[in-house]
């Protein structure tokens, strides 16, 4: 039982594991971010050829 509470104990401090998990929330991150720029920019793009195709008609 001993044996079985050390390994549990020092999964518990891996540090691999805790590298994981910020990788994994640097990625989220970024991925709001870029999903915030793209949708801020599709908006000016589309008013821009909105603009652009009233000109031309």
């Avoid at 050390?6 to 640097?26: F, H, P």
Wanted: net charge negative.
């Amino acid at each position: 039982m001993l044996a079985l509470w050390t390994k549990v104990v020092s999964w518990a401090k891996d540090e691999k594991g805790a590298s994981m998990v910020e990788y994994a929330l640097l990625v989220v991150l970024i991925a709001i971010v870029a999903l915030v720029a793209v949708q801020l920019a599709g908006n000016e793009v589309s008013s821009t050829f909105s603009e652009i195709g009233s000109g031309l008609s």
